[in-house]
């Protein structure tokens, strides 16, 4: 570990104290934040002069289901924030996982870093995650009728309805994907007889 990260880790055990989780990890700072404690959390990474961080870079969703090829059995849905402090010229990621799987949660970080609004809405539109105090929170990618969170590792690669334009109704219209299942194993491997003379 560099001086540089040493310092970062030393002053955000020294200001966050117990409140995370702290891990250091190719060159790279991780803080894992309780649910509980992330708006405070996110205050203090801003505003303490040892800190500063001033910026966010990043927040996006993300889904554990499949994780470790099925091996995890913590919570299921999380967001990862990426924080920059112009004035230390230092990076932190933060993650805070929601406590109900069925009905993720998490407060909202627009009131701290007004970049987040986008990202926030983003993660809800695609994996479902609602955040607490967002005061505009809707689908941004993906169409206002749209049924489902398409990141979730649950929903289905060809989704559950197509939309396209019907020349007669002179609209667009939605129906049930009609896509048909196909053979995606090569010929050679399937029969049976390959190889045997």
Request: charged share 25%; with cysteine.
């Amino acid at each position: 570990m560099t001086t540089k990260l040493e310092k970062l880790a030393s002053t955000l055990a020294s200001v966050l104290g117990e409140r995370v989780s702290l891990t250091t990890a190719l060159g790279e700072v991780t803080l894992v934040v309780k649910a509980a404690d992330y708006l405070e959390t996110m205050l203090a990474l801003r505003d303490d002069p040892a800190l500063r961080f001033e910026q966010l870079l990043d927040l996006c969703g993300v889904d554990y289901s499949t994780y470790g090829e099925g091996a995890w059995d913590g919570l299921r849905f999380a967001a990862t924030s990426h924080l920059l402090s112009l004035e230390h010229n230092w990076r932190v990621r933060v993650r805070v996982f929601a406590q109900d799987d069925d009905m993720p949660v998490l407060a909202s970080v627009v009131g701290i870093w007004r970049a987040a609004n986008w990202y926030e809405r983003e993660a809800f539109d695609l994996f479902g995650i609602l955040f607490e105090g967002h005061n505009d929170l809707r689908r941004i990618l993906t169409d206002y009728g749209f049924i489902g969170h398409p990141f979730r590792k649950d929903f289905p690669v060809t989704g559950y309805v197509e939309m396209r334009y019907d020349p007669e109704q002179k609209r667009v219209i939605y129906q049930p994907v009609t896509i048909e299942p196909r053979e995606i194993i090569p010929r050679v491997i399937r029969e049976d007889s390959y190889g045997m003379k």
